[in-house]
């Protein structure tokens, strides 16, 4: 058993192969939490409005940091589904306008581009990105062919859900710039799994999770905006922010810092998580990431021999993330908002593994995934690729 | 003291008389929301596939019946200004058309219309509700003087947060029907402080915190509407609920009991929180709301005396939340995201009183507000008063 498993609450009698769908929190982010919200309950006046402003920005000076960014072009969000919907909500999208989105995207996201694109009178196009990837640039170039001259913004996640592929998002977003289409990078699992520059990486915005691969807890996590685009970044939720007359803070946090009451102990504990994890192996996050990769490509060629299936992209373009397609044409189960439908899900459970097993309907495939955090050790995934074996 | 402030984690040595901002959470139940997240923790994926929906709906339940509307109009949301801003970006507004909204209204929420009708070219118009209001019949001529053959919606709070009056909500909400206009009640206070049955209110839409006066952990908020409307209400954020194919549920709560993943432990624990609140007294809720209107009531003749002021409406009109105005005509100070600009209410912390002390722009005079709770006691207020006496 891995000796990191007593850091986590996880259930020992299953083989948790799924840390990129909710991530797991360790006991002591969890206490930090806790702590966070003793404080919060002694005194709550006193806490929402005397200390959460400068605890929320102790909390995003640590994550900015982590992340690359200037803290002024960060702000907190509930998850990265609804970063995606807080950009596509605020752009001034017109009738005839093109969203892009690629075939490997996130099927919540998709549908909020058709909504928020569906108001104004915008399209949504798909990128079509075909399988097996050979190397990253297949993926700019699949992008960019389907970039028009009505493309206003394209939505490229960083790491695939369905895939499990890392996709060369610098490259991207400096060819969408020079096209003069806005960038917004879904990077719900990029933040702990990758080292990430994003200021650096200038994309016009950048969504993301830290209940995954950074383990707070969940209801935490940032959209990033570059400079020029805060002025028009509005909340969903719009509050007491909008018409304040403050100026000792940015506009863009005084909106989305209150968006009405919330919990905000999972936020306030992020730099507790990213201090836990960079702990864990003497070489920090780094080796973390090496392991968590090391270990994730180690069981995707388990996966592969047990399916009799080819890689969907080369090893250097995977993270701590896998995803290996069933050869079977599968009937199309009808998109459903939990993996419930696929009855491969349902037997894996029975046998006491948790994995993704969906069905991907760009391929079309059932599509199994799974996740290497330090918690995992080999012989889950050995116990894993024998069992897919028998059942898939 | 009060016997039930051991029921309570707040803090002895200040005088809490501001319930009503956001709440204060029993022991037990902060007990219950630790059981849920450790169960959410020890299997994350297990958890939110599969034992969250049968969970969510042992809580809408509990709460549906609680507030008197069927478990198929009710949708939990993260606080009622969210609630309130869901409703206005899903209403199909158009040019011309017009929000109205009174000028006891809450700022957040004046802010939520004035933007979500502003991208549609509605415009906000405000009733004004003149103080003192002598009688209940007051309000709703006020607020009906003010509609017109473009008024498409009215966002009426059921208890006002800067003057702390109960507006009758049920005579307005039939008058609006009558004349065609929807109605949006913003009862976040009402949940827990007054009796309700909303499907025989029969509001269009109805939102509600249960953080305050339910005493749930924070997160914990409702959004209620008539089956008429279900079809056209959307959340902020879109998820996989927009293209699911399931019809095994309501669509409403596929859409929102899915929002991307968040933390729903304060949602789940609502039920814990009712049952507690329910047993302190031995009449249960309505015992309890008779006990702190009954404090209320005294606290504000204290007040009064104590300043110097009328009452703003008379006692019938107060369920545990009393304002007084003071008399000064305070220069405005600029409405900011916090109480922070009134200068009244940092003395007032300084003195170990916590209580709302802001400045109400349709007086415009600076308005003192104070809640009772079970934890609350008689000392309490006398203290309070005097330092007013002082102070103002």
Known sequence: MSPFVA????????????????????????????????????????????????????????????????PRSLVFVGNATAGV???????????????????????????????????????????EVPVPVREPNDVVRAVLAAVTERTRIAIVDHVTSPTGMVFPVAEIVAALRERGVLSLIDGAHAPGMLPLELDA?????????????????????????????????????????????????????????????????????????????????????????????????YARRLLLDAVGSEP???????????????????????FEASPFCEPLYAELCARRFQALATFWPAAPRRVVRVTAQLYNERAQYQRFAAALAELA
């Open 312 to 334: 969907l992209c080369p090893e250097s373009m995977l993270g701590s993330l896998a995803s290996v397609t069933l050869r079977d044409a599968a009937q199309a189960p009808g």
């Open 7 to 70: 850091q986590w609450q996880l259930d020992p009698e299953v083989d948790f192969l799924n840390h990129g769908a909710f991530g797991a929190c360790p006991t002591a982010v969890l206490a930090e939490q806790d702590a966070w919200r003793a404080r919060l309950e002694r005194e709550p006046v006193r806490f929402m409005l005397n200390e959460l402003e400068p605890a929320l920005d102790r909390a995003r000076a640590a994550v900015a940091a982590f992340v690359g960014v200037e």
């Open 85 to 127: 919907n807080t950009v596509l909500a605020s752009l001034p999208l017109r009738a005839g306008d093109e969203i892009l989105v690629t075939d490997h995207g996130y099927n919540a996201c998709n549908n909020a581009a058709r909504y928020w694109g569906g108001r104004a009178g915008a399209n949504v196009t798909v990128a």
């Open 201 to 297: 990486l200038g994309a016009d915005y950048y969504a993301a999770n830290l209940h995954k691969w950074c383990c707070t807890p969940k209801g935490c996590a940032i959209l990033v905006a570059r400079p020029e685009r805060h002025a028009t970044l509005r909340p969903l939720v719009i509050s007491h922010g909008a018409n304040t007359r403050r100026t000792d803070r940015p506009k863009l946090w005084l909106e989305f810092d209150w968006v009405g009451t919330i919990e905000p102990s999972a936020i306030l504990s992020a730099p507790r998580a990213l201090e836990l994890l960079a702990g864990l192996l003497p070489g920090g996050f780094p080796a973390l990431q090496a392991h968590n990769h090391e270990l994730v490509c």
